[in-house]
């Protein structure tokens, strides 16, 4: 409940401040349509955007105010930007190109990733990297199905070390 609320409130200050300046009008729409996306859309949302844990590390409870899982994913947007880059020009390059062999086809990744914004970010990064696209997630099993433009194995791990390794293990470090 406390989610919708404040799905709510974020709603209704994005309409306020786009529709400026306000007229009574403008303020009844809004909240008519906030509380329809509201109601609409608000069970999609994560009720925990991670894993809680309840190890301690040196004293102090392992979550987002941890100052290293931020160190971390500033560490990930360059990885992540880097590899988009490399796959940018590979497909550009399959395109140019048509001598280059496009073998599609849809492979399993395994992770070991179990929150939900964990697997969410590992999904995305796939999904933004081209040549490659995350068409289903099993969560319970750790596994991704991904549609590969270029398949260059069927062996899982090998896959998954293809594919997922790059943003896997800094991912952990940020999400788990």
Request: with cysteine; charged share 15%; aromatic share 12%.
């Amino acid at each position: 409940m406390k989610s919708k609320i404040v799905l709510f409130i974020i709603g209704f200050l994005v309409w306020a401040f786009l529709t400026w300046p306000l007229g009574l009008q403008h303020l009844i729409v809004g909240l008519i349509v906030s509380a329809f996306v509201t109601f609409i859309t608000g069970d999609l949302f994560s009720q925990r955007p991670h894993t809680i844990r309840f190890a301690q590390v040196r004293g102090t409870p392992h979550h987002f105010g941890h100052i290293t899982r931020y160190l971390w994913f500033s560490y990930y947007v360059p990885v992540f930007l880097w590899e988009c880059l490399k796959a940018n020009i590979d497909v550009a390059m399959r395109v140019l190109n048509p001598r280059l062999p496009i073998n599609p086809g849809i492979v399993k990744v395994k992770t070991t990733l179990r929150s939900d914004t964990g697997l969410t970010f590992l999904a995305n990064s796939i999904t933004l990297t081209p040549g490659t696209l995350c068409v289903d997630i099993d969560a319970e099993n750790g596994v991704l199905y991904i549609h590969w433009i270029d398949v260059k194995t069927q062996d899982v791990d090998k896959a998954t070390q293809e594919i997922a390794g790059k943003f896997e293990n800094i991912l952990k470090k940020v999400f788990e």
